[in-house]
C-alpha cells in the first residue's frame, strides 16, 4: 500500500523568508502527485499537481514542487512566503490506475511577521 | 460553478442521535469521496464512489456509518447512533475522469455529539 510521509508536522518562518515543505512517498511505480492546502476553516484547494513532463511544476499563490523519482520526493517550495500563507499543507500521491489518492499527515506552515 | 456543497456546515446532536450528512459534487463529476478529518488521524477517506457506485468502503469505521449516492448530484453520510467519538470534520470531496483525478473539495461538515 502507498504511504505518504510529511516529515514536518509544523514549520514556523519569518515574513519573506524562503520555506521548504518536504514530502516523501513509499511507492516508485508510476504516480501522480499533488499538493493541496487548507486554510482554517475550509476545505483542502489544490494547489499544484504533477502528472508527467517536467520535474518542476508551478502552482498558485507562488508556490513550486519537484518531483524526484530516484528520492521518491515531492518537497515544496516558495522563495518568499506571506502572512496569509499560513495555513495547513497536504501531500498527496495517486498511483496511476488508482482512484484513490493517498493523503500525508499534513504540515502547519505558521508565517510570523 | 458553486463547487461542491456541504450541508449542515455544523451539527451539535447527543450521543445516541442519528445525524445525516449531505454532499452536492460538482456537476459532471463522476467520483465522490467521503473523508473525516481528526486531530488524533488527519484526513481518512471512509468511502468512494464511482458512477454512483460505492467501490471502496473499507474506511467505514463500523456499521454505525452507512452511505448512499442515489443520483449523480446528491450522497449522504449516516451515523446511527452517534457517538462522541464521531465528533469530527466530515469533508465530501469529487472529481472528474481523466488523468488529472485531482479533488475539488467541499467546506465540511463539523460535527460535535455531546
Redesign the interface.
Known amino acids: 500500500a502507498q504511504s505518504v510521509t510529511q516529515l514536518d508536522s509544523q514549520v514556523p518562518v519569518f515574513e519573506e523568508a524562503p520555506v521548504e515543505l518536504r514530502c516523501n512517498y513509499s511507492s516508485s511505480v508510476s504516480v501522480?502527485l499533488?499538493w493541496?492546502v487548507q486554510y482554517p476553516?475550509?476545505?483542502?484547494?489544490?494547489l499544484l499537481?504533477y502528472?508527467s513532463g517536467s520535474t518542476l511544476v508551478k502552482g498558485i499563490n507562488g508556490f513550486e514542487a519537484e518531483f524526484n523519482k530516484s528520492q521518491t520526493s515531492f518537497h515544496l517550495r516558495k522563495p518568499s512566503v506571506h502572512i496569509s500563507d499560513t495555513a495547513e499543507y497536504?501531500c498527496a500521491v495517486?498511483p496511476g490506475g488508482s482512484?484513490?489518492?493517498t493523503?500525508?499527515?499534513?504540515t502547519s506552515l505558521i508565517v510570523h511577521p | 460553478d458553486a463547487g461542491v456543497i456541504q450541508s449542515p456546515r455544523h451539527e451539535v446532536t447527543e450521543m445516541g442521535q442519528e445525524v445525516t450528512l449531505r454532499c452536492k459534487p460538482i456537476s459532471g463529476h463522476n467520483s465522490l469521496f467521503w473523508y473525516r478529518q481528526t486531530m488524533m488521524r488527519g484526513l481518512e477517506l471512509l468511502i468512494y464512489f464511482n458512477n454512483n457506485v460505492p467501490i471502496d468502503d473499507s474506511g467505514m469505521p463500523e456499521d454505525r456509518f452507512s452511505a448512499k449516492m442515489p443520483n449523480a448530484s446528491f450522497s449522504t453520510l449516516k451515523i446511527q447512533p452517534s457517538e462522541p467519538r464521531d465528533s469530527a470534520v466530515y469533508f465530501c470531496a469529487s472529481s472528474s475522469g481523466g488523468n488529472s483525478y485531482e479533488q475539488y473539495f467541499g467546506p465540511g461538515t463539523r460535527l460535535t455529539v455531546t
Not at chain 1, 493523503?103 to 499534513?106: K, L, S, T, Y
Open positions: 501522480y499533488f493541496y476553516n475550509q476545505g483542502l484547494q489544490l499537481k502528472l497536504f495517486r482512484y484513490i489518492p493523503f500525508g499527515r499534513g
